[in-house]
């Protein structure tokens, strides 16, 4: 089967690292073609393209890993194989594939999927088989889909590395992204915002708050896209967290050990559960 | 220089497992025999004692690594060497040290400090001295503490492989830690219950989540205790992330891209340099 992964960036350059002598054709399109002579060196692609007009025609499964916008524009500019499946790794799907199935003719398959792993740094030079160790993958499954296609996916997640995959609808999947991943970045966006840097922050802080903040550091062009196109998961995972706040917020207030204690037996038992 | 830690949990066996070799006589106290035991075969205790009676009136650095209640205990039951200094590890210091200032007779001295590190587990076994590595130090200076005193603090956390210290008052870190460490665990605390449990979220998640709900296992009754008795900074620092948090709120549900953008590089500026 040929690959075609689009994009090297930190996700894709992962993708072609991690399929490296799974037994599949990959090749990389990149605008970068330092990035793309380097896939090569390492026999991670076995050739590199700066557009799609050569190889993708000829290619059985292609994985854009762009930004949302540009995996729009991809598509457009793009002619594919018939019966080939398109991919894409962009963080929410709804608002994303009901233009995408659009634009498509009826002779390819397009299966979004999330790889649920990444990391804040940009770039090839940051990517690694490694981030898809033990992650979680889904497969984002609509009403065009073929069961036959769902399991070339399903095996190349496994090819992949990943550690659980599972499949669900675009709907369900923003939903509880919404609270997985956009909640936290929210989260640790508003806490490192919320210093009033009356001290030298960095000298007083202990895991607990690098942890909770390392995601403060976020691209604000993608993600404002991701959130403002999942605004009505995203404002009710917001609404349910401020709840909890709320309630230990008055707890403390009110010096109510009890329902202070409660809410941590109720989070410690989630977690050690999670 | 004879110190004694008492109670080999995670911080104090990781301040016995520190201090090894660093040319104090080191001593530790402990309720579990077979800590002490084990803390004695591995070199990092020269003797242990399952109570102060014989070793305390010899000490000249008592470090009580216990919560902060039982700190009080063990203070009220023993007899110090004059001269001698006494610190503790408890994770807030204005109300604290207050209470214990009260008990002490004048030929000994207090100098709480905070060790910012610490691990989700608890007991000897998860103790190390690798989670002082990099770490900060924080020296709770009050009006009774000699100059000389302080000194021989900072040499002791230079020793244990602190990174850097700092020293201020009870009330300046009480009011720093209510941002960088206790809101934290509030935050951690919310997300995790903020789970509507529609879907098997472990299946939905990725590194920020882990990350961001890591200190969500919270042990109940030692946290109960530091957040009431900071009440004030800490209802503070939740008002001052709840204002952030609001203003992305407001952003998302009016689709203002620049508010968010802007509140995005303010972030990434502020983890970059932290």
Known sequence: MKVTVVGLGVIGGS??????GKGFEVYGIDSDVDTLEQAKEEGCIIDGF???VQIIPETDLTIICLYPSLVIDFIKKNHFKAGSIISDAVGIKSYFLNEVLQLLPDNVEYISVHPMAGREKKGYAYAS?????????IIIEHQKNKSESIKKMQYLA???GFHSTKIMSPYDHDEIISYTSQLPHILAVALMNS???KYNTGKY????FRDLTRIANIN???WTELFLNNKKYLLSSIKNFKNQLDIMEKAISENDEEILKDR????????EHL
Chains 1, 2 share one sequence.
């Open 15 to 20: 993708f072609v690292k991690a399929l490296k």
């Open 50 to 52: 700066t557009d799609g």
């Open 129 to 137: 088989k490694e981030v898809f160790k033990d992650a979680n993958f």
């Open 158 to 160: 496994s090819q992949l």
């Open 195 to 197: 210093d009033t840097q």
């Open 205 to 208: 802080i202990g895991d607990s």
């Open 220 to 222: 604000e062009d993608l």
């Open 264 to 271: 941590f037996r109720e989070s410690s038992h989630r977690r």
